[in-house]
């Protein structure tokens, strides 16, 4: 029979697999769940980080007016708010060069030399040129050139800023101390003189550096009990704003 149906074939030959056989010991593990993982959210990427810079002090404007119109009613305010402070730097320049051309047209020469006897004090003074400016007051800054000797003793100046070179005396009218060289006399004659005007005063000793005299230092005295003998003049007088 068998070499009548020959030899079987090929996959009938083979014994079909077995099962693996489990044991009772031995039980299946449940299979994990395999949990989808998440894709990564594509995040945009962060542009490279700028180096940190200092911030830049804005310079502050010499005009906080013109800016702060310019920021909060336009361009038009703030140039209008130039426009009429230069207006006002013009008509100060105008007022000023009119003051001092009518001061120059003013200022006159007296010739010959009026002498001035003051019963009280008891000096005198000779007018040289008549101021055409204004006139000292208690307060204001007065600029004055001097001259000034004792007329017993040295014939050298004690105090002179006339001259090329030399600086005038600066004083505010009514302050005390003086200004080296500067005495009650000279200030008493000051308040009734004009800016432009020069005058040689005669100082007696109870209105100058008294019975003791004075020393100035670098050599400079003025002897006691001295009668002085100034000339005066006015360069300018600043009046302080009301």
Not at 36 to 53: G, L, T, W
Not at 203 to 227: C, K, N, Y
């Amino acid at each position: 029979m068998a070499s009548i149906l020959g030899s079987p074939p090929a996959f009938l030959a083979r014994p079909p697999p077995t099962k693996p056989q489990l044991s009772c010991s031995q039980t299946p593990r449940p299979q994990q769940p395999i949990r989808p993982q998440p894709e990564p959210s594509a995040q945009p990427s962060s542009p490279p980080k700028k180096p940190q810079q200092r911030p830049k002090v804005a310079a502050e404007s010499t005009d906080w007016i013109a800016s702060s119109l310019t920021r909060r009613f336009g361009l038009g305010a703030g140039l209008a708010w130039v426009g009429f402070l230069a207006v006002g730097v013009v008509s100060e320049q105008i007022k000023t060069r009119l003051e001092v051309s009518r001061e120059r047209a003013n200022t006159k020469s007296v010739l010959p030399p009026l002498p001035h006897f003051l019963r009280s004090p008891h000096m005198w003074y000779t007018e040289l040129r008549v101021g055409g400016g204004a006139s000292p007051r208690p307060g204001d800054l007065v600029v004055i050139d001097l001259q000034g000797r004792a007329e017993e003793g040295s014939s050298d100046a004690f105090v002179d800023t006339f001259g090329e070179g030399k600086r005038p005396l600066a004083l505010v009218m009514g302050s005390r101390p003086y200004t080296k060289g500067m005495c009650e006399g000279v200030e008493y004659v000051l308040r009734s003189m004009k800016a432009g005007g020069k005058r040689r005063v005669v100082v007696p000793p109870a209105l100058g550096f008294g019975d003791d005299g004075a020393d100035l230092g670098a050599g400079l005295r003025i002897p006691a009990s001295a009668t002085l003998e100034y000339i005066v003049q006015v360069d300018k007088v600043s009046i302080p704003p009301s």
